[in-house]
C-alpha cells in the first residue's frame, strides 16, 4: 500500500453495513464533481482518501452509504502497535504514546479550548492480529488523552461503552446526541494491516434525517419502498449532478424522487397506478416545504414504463434510478423453480422498459436500476441476470472501480469482476441487485 504523506489532506470515511456499494458511491460522488483524489487503502471498515484541498463536513449529509467522516493527523505502522500491545514491548508503547500526544496530534484533536472535553475513541479493525485487542487499545489512547488534558487544567470525561457491545466504537447517534463535532471529539482509531491511521471525526451521518423523509412525509408503503438510504446511494451512483433530468418510471411513493430533489435535480415520477402518482405528488409538496427547496423543479404523470417514450420525449433525461416491480412479498423461502418463475414473470416487464429507457436516455445518460435478487431453500440465488438484456439492447455495465482513482491496489481487480451490487440482509428472502449501465 502506498504510504501517504501527510501534507495532503487525507480522510477516512467509515462505511455502512454494504461497504462495496458505500466505496462505489464514494468514488462515483468525487468524479461527477471533478475532485482529485485517491483511495489509499481499502477494507469492509474504512477507507483512506487522499483529497486536493479541504472536505465540507456538509458531505456526509449528500452520501448514503458514508457514516462517519474523519481527517487524519497521523499514521503509525501496524507493525509497532503490534509490538506494543502483542508482544508488550514498552519501547512500542512509549512510541506510540509520543506519536499521540505530540503537539500536531493532539492540538488538531482538541483545537477548541473547553472547561470541560468530552471525547470518545473508537477503534475500526482491519488487523486480524490486533481486532482481539481492540477494547484495550481504545482504554490506551483514551487514558493517554484524559491524562494530558488534566496536566494542562482541563476536566475532561472519556466516553465509554456499555459492557455488552462487541467493539468498542460510538455509534453516529452517539456521536451527534453528544455534539461530539462541535462541542467534543471523536478519535477515530484506524487498524489497517500495514498502517494505523489516527483521525477526528469531521462529519457524520444524521439518520433521523433520513427516517424523516421516511415516516414523516404525508404517505407511506412500508413493504414496498426503497430505503431512502439505498435511493440517496443510487442517486449518486446515477452521476445526478444539480440540474440535471432524473426520471424514475417506476416511482411509487417517491422515495427516489425526494433524494434526487434534495441532490438539486429536476425530478420526473412515473407509475402506472394512480394511488402512488398522487401519493409522491403530496410527498414531493411536503418535501419542497418542509426542506424550503423554493426552486424544486418536480413532475409526477400516471404512466406505463413498458411504453416509456409514450409519455417521455427520447433523449430528454440525463438519468433514470428506479426499483421495478421485485415480485410477491414471500412468507417462507422459495424453492428453485419457483424463484425462475418469479424472474420469468418479471422479465418481459424489465427488457420493456429497459427499451424505452435506452430511448429516453441523452448519449452518455445513466440507468441505475434494482432488479430481484431470490434466495432460494437450497440457499442459491437467482436473478434476472439483466446485464445480459442490457447490452442486447445497447447499454454498456459500469464498472466504478477504475485502477486510476486507486493508489495501485491490486485488490481493485477482484472488486471490478462483480458487474452489480447486491442489497440483501440474512433476514431477506428477496434482496436488490443494483446495476450501473450507460448509454
Same mark, same amino acid.
Not at 40 to 62: Q, R
Not at 388 to 399: D, Q
Given at each position: $500500500?502506498?504510504?501517504?504523506?501527510?501534507?495532503?489532506?487525507?480522510?477516512?470515511?467509515?462505511?455502512?453495513?454494504?461497504?462495496?456499494?458505500?466505496?462505489?458511491? #464514494?468514488?462515483?460522488?468525487?468524479?461527477?464533481?471533478?475532485?482529485?483524489?485517491?483511495?489509499?487503502?481499502?477494507?469492509?471498515?474504512?477507507?483512506?482518501?487522499?483529497?486536493?484541498?479541504?472536505?465540507?463536513?456538509?458531505?456526509?449529509?449528500?452520501?448514503?452509504?458514508?457514516?462517519?467522516?474523519?481527517?487524519? !493527523? *497521523?499514521?503509525?505502522?501496524?507493525?509497532?502497535?503490534?509490538?506494543?500491545?502483542?508482544?508488550?514491548?514498552?519501547?512500542?508503547?512509549?512510541?506510540?504514546?509520543?506519536?499521540?500526544?505530540?503537539?500536531?496530534?493532539?492540538?488538531?484533536?482538541?483545537? +477548541?479550548?473547553?472547561?470541560?472535553?468530552?471525547?470518545?475513541?473508537?477503534?475500526? *479493525?482491519?488487523?486480524?492480529?490486533? %481486532?482481539?485487542?481492540?477494547?484495550?487499545?481504545?482504554?490506551?489512547?483514551? *487514558?493517554?488523552?484524559?491524562?494530558?488534558?488534566?496536566?494542562?487544567?482541563?476536566?475532561?470525561?472519556? $466516553?465509554?461503552?456499555?459492557?455488552?457491545?462487541?467493539?468498542?466504537?460510538?455509534?453516529?447517534?452517539?456521536?451527534?446526541?453528544?455534539?461530539?463535532? /462541535?462541542?467534543?471529539?471523536?478519535?477515530?482509531?484506524?487498524?489497517?494491516?500495514?498502517?494505523? %491511521?489516527? &483521525?477526528?471525526?469531521?462529519?457524520?451521518?444524521?439518520?433521523?434525517?433520513? @427516517?424523516?423523509?421516511?415516516? *414523516?412525509?404525508?404517505? @407511506?408503503?412500508?413493504?414496498?419502498?426503497?430505503?431512502?438510504?439505498?435511493?440517496?446511494? $443510487?442517486?449518486? !451512483?446515477? !452521476?445526478?449532478?444539480?440540474?440535471?433530468?432524473?426520471?424514475?418510471?417506476?416511482?411509487?411513493?417517491? +422515495?427516489?424522487? @425526494?433524494?434526487?430533489?434534495?441532490?438539486?435535480?429536476?425530478?420526473?415520477?412515473?407509475?402506472?397506478?394512480?394511488?402512488?402518482?398522487?401519493?409522491?405528488?403530496?410527498?414531493?409538496?411536503? #418535501?419542497? &416545504?418542509?426542506?424550503?427547496?423554493?426552486?424544486?423543479?418536480?413532475?409526477?404523470?400516471?404512466?406505463?414504463?413498458?411504453?416509456?417514450?409514450?409519455?417521455?420525449?427520447?433523449?430528454?433525461?440525463?438519468?433514470?434510478?428506479?426499483?421495478?416491480?421485485?415480485?410477491?412479498?414471500?412468507?417462507?423461502?422459495?424453492?428453485?423453480?419457483?424463484?425462475?418463475?418469479?424472474?420469468?414473470?418479471?422479465?418481459? #416487464?424489465?427488457?420493456?422498459?429497459? /427499451?424505452?429507457?435506452?430511448?429516453?436516455?441523452?448519449?452518455?445518460?445513466?440507468?441505475?436500476?434494482?432488479?430481484?435478487?431470490?434466495?432460494?431453500?437450497?440457499?442459491?440465488?437467482?436473478?434476472?441476470?439483466? /446485464?445480459?438484456?442490457?447490452?442486447?439492447?445497447? %447499454?454498456?455495465?459500469?464498472?466504478?472501480?477504475?485502477?486510476?482513482?486507486?493508489?495501485?491496489?491490486?485488490?481493485?481487480?477482484?472488486?471490478?469482476?462483480?458487474?452489480?451490487?447486491?442489497?440483501?440482509?440474512?433476514?431477506?428472502?428477496?434482496?436488490?441487485?443494483?446495476?450501473?449501465?450507460?448509454?
Amino acid at each position: $500500500m502506498k504510504i501517504l504523506r501527510l501534507e495532503e489532506t487525507v480522510y477516512v470515511f467509515i462505511p455502512g453495513k454494504n461497504w462495496r456499494l458505500s466505496l462505489a458511491e #464514494l468514488v462515483t460522488f468525487f468524479k461527477a464533481r471533478n475532485f482529485k483524489f485517491k483511495v489509499a487503502d481499502f477494507s469492509k471498515s474504512f477507507f483512506v482518501v487522499a483529497v486536493d484541498g479541504v472536505l465540507d463536513p456538509a458531505l456526509a449529509d449528500c452520501l448514503g452509504g458514508t457514516i462517519k467522516v474523519g481527517r487524519i !493527523l *497521523s499514521q503509525v505502522s501496524s507493525e509497532t502497535l503490534e509490538d506494543a500491545f502483542v508482544h508488550r514491548r514498552e519501547k512500542a508503547l512509549l512510541e506510540i504514546k509520543a506519536d499521540l500526544l505530540s503537539d500536531y496530534v493532539f492540538d488538531g484533536l482538541f483545537e +477548541t479550548p473547553m472547561i470541560k472535553h468530552v471525547f470518545g475513541v473508537s477503534v475500526y *479493525s482491519e488487523n486480524p492480529r490486533l %481486532f482481539r485487542l481492540s477494547k484495550k487499545i481504545q482504554r490506551f489512547v483514551g *487514558s493517554c488523552f484524559k491524562k494530558r488534558l488534566a496536566s494542562q487544567g482541563t476536566k475532561a470525561r472519556f $466516553m465509554g461503552f456499555p459492557k455488552n457491545r462487541q467493539l468498542p466504537q460510538l455509534t453516529h447517534v452517539e456521536v451527534l446526541k453528544k455534539d461530539l463535532i /462541535e462541542r467534543g471529539t471523536e478519535i477515530l482509531l484506524c487498524l489497517g494491516r500495514e498502517h494505523v %491511521f489516527i &483521525s477526528k471525526t469531521v462529519a457524520v451521518h444524521n439518520p433521523f434525517e433520513f @427516517q424523516k423523509r421516511d415516516v *414523516s412525509r404525508p404517505v @407511506q408503503r412500508k413493504i414496498f419502498s426503497i430505503p431512502p438510504r439505498l435511493a440517496k446511494i $443510487m442517486v449518486n !451512483l446515477s !452521476l445526478c449532478l444539480p440540474g440535471k433530468v432524473l426520471l424514475d418510471p417506476f416511482c411509487g411513493v417517491g +422515495t427516489i424522487l @425526494q433524494e434526487a430533489l434534495m441532490a438539486e435535480a429536476q425530478v420526473i415520477g412515473m407509475d402506472i397506478n394512480p394511488w402512488c402518482v398522487e401519493a409522491s405528488c403530496r410527498n414531493l409538496d411536503w #418535501l419542497r &416545504s418542509e426542506y424550503n427547496l423554493k426552486d424544486a423543479k418536480y413532475t409526477v404523470q400516471r404512466g406505463d414504463s413498458r411504453h416509456l417514450t409514450d409519455k417521455i420525449d427520447e433523449k430528454t433525461v440525463d438519468c433514470i434510478v428506479t426499483e421495478p416491480d421485485l415480485g410477491p412479498a414471500l412468507r417462507h423461502l422459495p424453492t428453485e423453480s419457483y424463484a425462475r418463475r418469479i424472474t420469468d414473470n418479471l422479465e418481459p #416487464l424489465y427488457c420493456d422498459f429497459l /427499451e424505452g429507457a435506452y430511448r429516453a436516455l441523452r448519449a452518455e445518460g445513466r440507468l441505475v436500476c434494482v432488479n430481484p435478487y431470490v434466495k432460494t431453500r437450497s440457499g442459491n440465488f437467482i436473478s434476472l441476470k439483466l /446485464e445480459e438484456k442490457a447490452k442486447a439492447i445497447g %447499454f454498456n455495465i459500469v464498472h466504478p472501480f477504475e485502477m486510476e482513482a486507486f493508489a495501485n491496489d491490486t485488490r481493485v481487480e477482484e472488486l471490478t469482476r462483480t458487474p452489480s451490487f447486491i442489497d440483501m440482509e440474512k433476514r431477506h428472502k428477496i434482496g436488490r441487485e443494483i446495476n450501473i449501465l450507460q448509454k
